[in-house]
């Protein structure tokens, strides 16, 4: 089964420091990685993805993710925080459809909530 | 259209009535899918519309769940017979085609907040 899992409830983090929320999956055959950002009474926005390629994946507004297949890992991340980015944070995979995964539909974790403070 | 459009943002409904939330995804996408936000819960998939092909209905929760794509372009999610416990956020999001090869976003409207009493 494919599965995503956000460990962390909350992450809480000073501005100007930096941070990271975690994400594991697992998945059969090689996983398409997303992360989303939600700010309150809004949808989702795509943050950015891993396909195939370099590990370390640059994206919106300053973050990036490293995958790391060895762990089942792709940590969000961005080097110094902003009190704007207090946000729910989701991961999300889609399955290898040679591998008889979803047909497209995303797996979501179940978010983690980001609050940044001045 | 600029994005995806859902409506209404908020609906109120009292048990037992029957509801219609309506998606209007960006023009020119092909893929269209359905998810249910629920607190605590995360996001949980629906159903999911390609081209004319028959629409994956693996994530409905009941059968009091139905959905329809008219035309390749605004879908109608229906809830019938409401239930307290179908009180959430529902999410509409879509894409370019999908397929084996394909890496494309879903991009997501701003959600339906259905709240039954």
């Known amino acids: 089964a494919q599965s995503v899992a956000q460990p962390e409830d909350q992450v809480n983090v000073a501005e100007g420091n930096p941070l990271t929320v975690k994400c594991t999956y697992s998945v059969s055959g090689n996983p398409y990685l997303f992360w989303y950002v939600q700010y309150p009474n809004r949808g989702l926005q795509f943050l950015l993805k891993?396909?195939?390629?370099?590990?370390l994946v640059k994206g919106s507004y300053g973050f990036e993710a490293e995958f790391n297949k060895s762990q089942t890992s792709f940590h969000l991340k961005k080097p110094s925080a902003l009190v704007s980015d207090s946000a729910l944070y989701f991961c999300a995979v889609r399955g290898d459809m040679n591998y008889g995964g979803s047909q497209g539909n995303l797996i979501f974790g179940k978010g983690t909530k980001l609050s940044v403070k001045p | 259209g600029a994005g995806v459009s859902q409506s209404p943002s908020n609906k109120v409904t009292e048990k037992g009535k029957d509801v219609e939330l309506r998606c209007d995804p960006i023009s020119g996408h092909t893929a269209l899918y359905w998810y249910r936000q629920s607190l605590g819960q995360g996001l949980e998939f629906l159903i999911y519309f390609q081209g004319n092909s028959a629409p994956d209905k693996s994530g409905l929760p009941s059968d009091r769940f139905s959905a329809e794509r008219t035309g390749g372009s605004v879908s109608t999610l229906t809830i019938q017979r409401t239930q307290q416990e179908d009180s959430a956020v529902y999410l509409c999001?879509?894409?370019?085609?999908?397929?084996?090869?394909?890496?494309?976003?879903?991009?997501f409207g701003a959600g339906t907040r259905l709240s039954v009493l």
């Open positions: 891993y396909i195939t390629g370099d590990n």
């Open positions: 999001a879509s894409s370019r085609a999908q397929g084996a090869k394909s890496k494309n976003i879903q991009y």
